[in-house]
């Protein structure tokens, strides 16, 4: 996954490169965006990132591939807004210390995450091939994957399946604010089918640290 993930942003800028070199049908027959509604898949590739906490705590967060899906409402032919739900799992080595010994421990791990936000993005041209800007702000769930409780245990009956009986282990979780800001291109294949590819940089607001990440984006567009 680490090799693919390397690779990510070299498929996608080759990916732009043949779009950009093809002949663009929504641009010669003056097809507008204005009042239209777009359905959207994104691939996101986040590069690996490290950041440090509290006490001298630190986590190095390997590279991985996420996806999501939205929905823009084409306010015109320059402006557009939205909503994303987006997903990634992604690996980790971190430096966990102890708050009254001080010792220093180290995990591993997956850190889960998903988020959903409203967007707006500014296209500089009303069709056809165009730069584009954007921003983001929306909310995030991180689940670390690191004990913060004892075992809990439980039964229940299900219908089909009768008793079942299951342990759970609480993990440290929070949500966090998220927001962020980014540019791209954009080239529209056809009326109904567009491609666009992005750099962005995201902050996410945790209660004891702001980390930052930077995140490349190639987008599938399928315009209703």
């Not at 590819?197 to 209703?224: A, C, E, I, Q």
């Amino acid at each position: 996954m680490k090799s693919i993930s390397r690779m990510f942003p070299m498929v996608a800028a080759g990916a732009l490169a043949v779009a950009l070199a093809l002949p663009s049908p929504a641009q010669a027959q003056g097809a507008t965006r204005g009042g239209s509604v777009e359905f959207i898949l994104p691939v996101i590739y986040t590069p690996s990132a490290s950041f440090t906490g509290q006490g001298g705590s630190s986590a190095d967060v390997n590279s991985n591939l996420g996806f999501g899906f939205g929905i823009n409402y084409n306010v015109n032919n320059h402006f557009q807004v939205g909503g994303l739900f987006s997903w990634a799992s992604r690996s980790y080595n971190a430096t966990l210390v102890e708050t009254t010994t001080g010792q220093r421990n180290s995990a591993t791990g997956y850190l889960e995450s998903s988020t959903i936000g409203v967007n707006a993005t500014y296209f500089f041209m009303p069709t056809g091939f165009t730069p584009f800007v954007t921003g983001m702000i929306g909310s995030t769930f991180v689940d670390t994957n690191i004990p913060n409780g004892i075992p809990q245990s439980g039964c229940w009956y299900d219908p089909w399946y009768g008793t079942i009986c299951n342990t759970y282990v609480p993990t440290k979780t929070q949500t966090a604010v998220s927001y962020g800001a980014g540019a791209g291109v954009r080239f529209e294949m056809s009326r109904s089918i567009s491609v666009q590819g992005s750099y962005n940089k995201l902050w996410f607001d945790l209660s004891n640290s702001k980390p930052d990440f930077d995140v490349w984006r190639l987008d599938f567009v399928f315009r209703m």
